[in-house]
T-cell receptor, first 111, second 115 residues
Framework: LAKTTQPISMDSYEGQEVNITCSHNNIATNDYITWYQQFPSQGPRFIIQGYKTKVTNEVASLFIPADRKSSTLSLPRVSLSDTAVYYC????????????FGKGTRLSVIA | DVKVTQSSRYLVKRTGEKVFLECVQDMDHENMFWYRQDPGLGLRLIYF???????EKGDIPEGYSVSREKKERFSLILESASTNQTSMYLC??????????????FGPGTRLTVT
């Protein structure tokens, strides 16, 4: 399984763009990159998933360089409600091996 | 919307008791998972199941067992609860083995305290 490394915590002011980078140096050809968000006292929820280049949805953007050894989750204009833990996961398409959650990045948004 | 429910939000049990944590999903998902979450350790996978009556060990299966007799229900069993099993337990489900199935839907969690 590809191991991921991400910062333990980040702080940001409201209204700023936040970029959380995840390293996955031994990502395999069939692996996808998935990000989850977890609010206190709730289970994680899926944010975005990608394989290469850029993916954007109503919540976030995911940037993946050509070598795919890292990825960046971008949250535009964060608000206090974006304070959460963000997890980067790498897993293959078959689903035979479950995704592995690490410790995540705790994002604190400050007014 | 997919709904994953867990039998209790909070549970207090005594050391040595047998504990059952129930999880039900209402979207006919094939895959179901049990995690525990502890401060500073993130989510760790205990067991998962790809089909009825099938189970696979995760990263930390010791002290736990599971049961999946029906597709929608996945139970986590602590045969003899110990204080080091005090934790938040999260259940999740996903649709199929493929990429689409990799999106996991989580329940609200059960905070178990073993005294």
């Amino acid at each position: 399984l590809a191991k991921t490394t991400q910062p333990i915590s980040m702080d940001s002011y409201e209204g700023q763009e936040v970029n959380i980078t995840c390293s996955h140096n031994n990502i395999a050809t069939n692996d996808y990159i998935t990000w989850y968000q977890q609010f206190p006292s709730q289970g994680p929820r899926f944010i975005i998933q990608g394989y290469k280049t850029k993916v954007t949805n109503e919540v976030a953007s995911l940037f993946i360089p050509a070598d795919r050894k890292s990825s960046t989750l971008s949250l535009p204009r964060v608000s206090l409600s974006d304070t959460a833990v963000y997890y980067c996961l790498v897993g293959d398409d078959s689903g035979n091996t479950p995704l592995v959650f690490g410790k995540g990045t705790r994002l604190s948004v400050i007014a | 919307d997919v709904k994953v429910t867990q039998s209790s939000r909070y549970l207090v049990k005594r050391t040595g008791e047998k504990v059952f944590l129930e999880c039900v999903q209402d979207m006919d998902h094939e895959n179901m998972f049990w995690y525990r979450q502890d401060p500073g350790l993130g989510l760790r996978l205990i067991y998962f199941s790809y089909d009825v009556k099938m189970k696979e060990k995760g990263d930390i299966p010791e002290g736990y067992s599971v049961s999946r007799e029906k597709k929608e229900r996945f139970s986590l069993i602590l045969e003899s609860a110990s204080t080091n099993q005090t934790s938040m337990y999260l259940c999740a489900s996903s649709l199929t083995r493929g990429r689409v199935g990799n999106e996991q839907y989580f329940g609200p969690g059960t905070r178990l305290t073993v005294t």
